[in-house]
């Protein structure tokens, strides 16, 4: 039920599949609505508190995540799927986990360039680590927009392709993440 | 993040001279005095503070910036000061708000990254203090500003050298510049408060 099968993705890998993706459709359009508040707008304080408690909340999720990935893995491509969708996939899947660690990072770097910790909901602080290097909040800050930009676009044609196997070729890419064993091949 | 707040302003300001040799029957020329704002030994500052909602002041200063000033000790009205100050080396000490301040709301640092100060007249009141008129370049704006100054000290340093100091205050509406980002109705305008030595250059 939990774990991974052969046929299709267990519960856990699942939950901690939508989770994050919900999380990281409701931090980027957070990021990009917070840096336009005015100074007396109520969430102008809040919602940047959220937006990075959050963004460290799913760094945790993500290190949970691979652990599980290692723990049970994830189901083997479908026969039906030629070889180079097979390594456009797998090198999608890699390139998404690398831009989310790079966006986490990079986020922190700006927050943390003076040395400050990372509140997270008043649950735990993340300390600052490297601080003070030149421009550090800015040029993090540039980063962070444009790889996030990339993270974005890139989950969206991963969600394309997804859905481009699911109802074009209807081969069930979609159902197995959705608890659902794939229809067996025609 | 947190407050992030304000913005503030550059500055500058001065003294020195040039000499009027002609008009000072039976002296031997005095000499104007050419000195070079200490910034390599942070003996300057360009600070600024706004109130943060009308509760507090805040402070905040610009780290980067250089200039020069000439001085007479015989006609200080005749005293002139040049300063160019990086926009983007703005530290209000909180990082975040400081990212804020360089960007478009406030100080827009890509596109004006130098604020310039070019002083244009001193009037010496006769007791030390003076008033230092000049033109200060903002966020792409020039208009002219009134720095009020304080004649600290000169001397010889313990090193060798020969130096003299001032403190300048000012203050102006920030959307006089064209920074009009709504801080609140008691954060409209910022005081400019510098402290400039100079090491004398020439003899
Ligand atoms: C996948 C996760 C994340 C996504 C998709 C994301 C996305 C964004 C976006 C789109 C912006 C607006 C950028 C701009 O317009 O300049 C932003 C801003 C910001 N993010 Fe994130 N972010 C994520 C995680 C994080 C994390 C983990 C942190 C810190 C621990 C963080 C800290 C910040 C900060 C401080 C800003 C404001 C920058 C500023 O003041 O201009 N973000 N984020």
């Known amino acids: 039920m939990l774990r991974n099968r052969a046929d299709r993705y267990g519960l856990l890998a699942m939950t901690l599949h939508w989770l994050v993706a919900v999380l990281v459709a409701s931090l980027f359009s957070l990021g990009l609505w917070m840096v336009n508040l005015t100074y007396y707008d109520a969430w102008y304080r809040s919602a940047p508190a959220i937006h990075k408690g959050t963004g460290v909340l799913l760094c945790l999720i993500l290190i949970a995540r691979l652990a599980w990935r290692r723990l049970s893995p ?113 | 993040m947190s407050t992030r707040s304000r913005l503030s302003l550059p500055l500058l300001f001065a003294l020195g001279a040039a000499l009027l040799p002609g008009l000072l029957p039976g002296s031997a020329a005095a000499e104007v005095e050419q000195y070079v704002i200490d910034t390599e030994g942070a003996h300057a500052f360009v600070q600024f503070r706004i109130k943060h909602l009308g509760f507090s002041w805040l402070y905040g200063r610009f780290n980067d910036f250089d200039g020069s000033f000439s001085y007479d000790p015989e006609d200080s009205a005749s005293s002139a000061i040049n300063v160019a100050i990086r926009t983007a080396s703005i530290d209000s000490n909180h990082a975040e708000r400081d990212k804020h301040l360089r960007g478009k709301d406030f100080l827009h640092v890509d596109k004006f990254p130098t604020a310039t100060f070019a002083s244009t007249g001193y009037s010496p009141n006769g007791d030390g203090t003076g008033t230092l008129t000049g033109e200060l370049t903002l966020h792409g704006v020039t208009r002219p500003v009134t720095i009020a100054v304080e004649e600290i000290g000169a001397g010889t340093d313990p090193w060798g050298g020969y130096r003299r100091g001032f403190q300048g205050e000012t203050s102006f509406p920030l959307k006089d510049f064209g920074i009009d980002y709504d801080l609140g109705p008691a954060a409209q305008v910022v005081e400019i408060i510098l402290s400039v030595e100079g090491i004398r250059q020439d003899g």
């Open chain 1, 74 to 186: 994830p189901p083997p491509p479908l026969a039906s799927h030629a070889a180079w969708e097979r390594q456009a996939a797998t090198a999608a899947h890699r390139l998404l986990y690398g831009l989310l660690f790079a966006v986490m990072l990079s986020g922190y770097l700006i927050s943390t360039a003076d040395g400050r910790p990372i509140e997270v909901f008043g649950l735990f602080r993340v300390p600052a680590t490297l601080s003070g290097l030149p421009n550090q909040a800015d040029l993090a800050g540039r980063v962070h927009l444009w790889l996030a930009i990339g993270l974005v676009s890139l989950a969206g044609l991963h969600a394309l392709a997804a859905l481009k196997h699911q109802f074009i070729d209807r081969d069930g890419t979609l159902s197995r993440m959705l608890g659902r064993p794939p229809r067996p091949p025609a």
